[in-house]
């Protein structure tokens, strides 16, 4: 979890080295008809670390600027499923113009996957299945649990890996 300003310091130094980074967010569950939440948690992979950013840290400046600085970024792929969504639902907390952004969901429809989620590509793809038990969970608690930690940093993690996966078999070229 990234939380003080040393962590920061530590993860951007990390994500500036990265050609390619697995992103995803978490939202707290919504459970009455017109009900939403904004995300509360982004995870970041990177091939060292996955870093976990609780958007109402106490440090939302350092958080909102080091992702606006990663997002931002066009030396930096950034790899994930949904993140069209993601995007969007995260300008509502801070601004950024994302650049170099690859849906791997789109990218393996166009390879004429039929499955294109993250728990379906790893279970074909990477050989094994990510358990979606947590999705559900409160993400906006004080706290967060082991099993979230893990849920969160395995899904951020997936990403990075299917992309690179999907660079091996060239998939990643942009179609004609």
Sequence with gaps: MVSTPEDFERAREDLRQERVVGVDTETPPSFRVG?????ALVQIASSRAVYLFRLKSQEPLF???LLTELFENPAIVKAGIGLAHDFKSLKVCFPFQEKNV???AAIAKRQGFSQTGVRNLAGILLGFRISKGQKITNW???????????YAATDAWACRELYSCFQEKGFTASPE
């Design 63 to 65: 958080c909102n600027t």
């Design 102 to 104: 690859a849906d791997l």
């Design 140 to 150: 906006g608690r004080p706290e967060l649990t082991q099993p979230q930690i893990l």
């Design 35 to 39: 009900e939403s939440h904004l995300p």
